[in-house]
């Protein structure tokens, strides 16, 4: 499959609580994207972090890189009810492609 | 400032009917522009990329075709719509070598 996996696809936290996302692809790559659509809606960009870091931060997310294993998180702390999105990884390969993973869906209650 | 233009912003079409979506991008030359489709909760795929006019690599053989008759401009289209394509269509640009992807509104097709 040309995308990449993102687990859990699914996640129920309630307010205050942390979300961790994670992602994993295939190939190698420039950086890593993570952005966030809310309801069917439009991409939001939250944050990059370079295939030479691993690890960054901006703001309640925290985001870590694993380019041995491939794989990406995104912490989300503090969660609020506003957060409720579904969350994307976006692979920027050593080419020209960029490939999404599918998404994890996070609803936090209150 | 560089803007990337995507129209319309929901469509309902009927089955068999054509589709041309039109992507452009304003401030920016020679982009490496893209389409995405999100089907019904389901991830962001990849359908098309280009990096020149003229050229298209397609990523998912399809009902769907996309050209690139202007640097700018990024266009897709179906001569016969099928239920199935029926989903959030999503057009990103990005400058060969930078880091950063920018993304249209999206458009929302419904095939009926």
């Known amino acids: 499959s040309q995308q990449g996996e993102e687990d859990p696809q699914a996640l129920s936290i309630q307010e205050g609580e942390n979300a961790t996302m994670n992602c994993s692809y295939k190939t190698s790559i420039n950086n890593l994207q993570w952005y966030r659509q809310n309801s069917g809606r439009g991409l939001v960009h939250l944050i990059l972090i370079r295939s030479n870091e691993r690890e960054k931060h901006s703001g309640r997310l925290r985001v870590t890189l694993d380019t041995s294993k491939k794989s990406s998180s995104l912490l989300i702390t503090a969660s609020r009810a506003a957060d409720t999105a579904s969350y994307f990884c976006l692979a920027n390969q050593a080419g020209t492609a960029l490939i999404f993973g599918k998404g994890t869906t996070l609803s936090v209650s209150s | 400032s560089q803007t990337i233009h995507q129209w319309p912003a929901t469509l309902v079409q009927p089955v068999g009917s054509p589709l041309s979506l039109e992507c452009t991008v304003e401030?920016?030359?020679?982009?490496?522009l893209y389409w995405y489709r999100q089907a019904a909760g389901r991830g962001l795929q990849l359908l098309f990329y280009?990096?020149?006019?003229?050229?298209i690599s397609s990523e998912v053989p399809q009902n769907l075709s996309a050209s690139r008759p202007q640097d700018r401009q990024f266009i897709l289209s179906s001569k016969k719509l099928l239920l199935s394509d029926s989903g959030f269509y999503l057009c990103a640009w990005k400058l060969q070598g930078a880091i950063e992807a920018f993304f249209g509104q999206g458009t929302r097709l419904t095939v009926v």
């Open positions: 280009s990096v020149g006019i003229g050229q």
């Open positions: 401030g920016t030359s020679n982009p490496n």
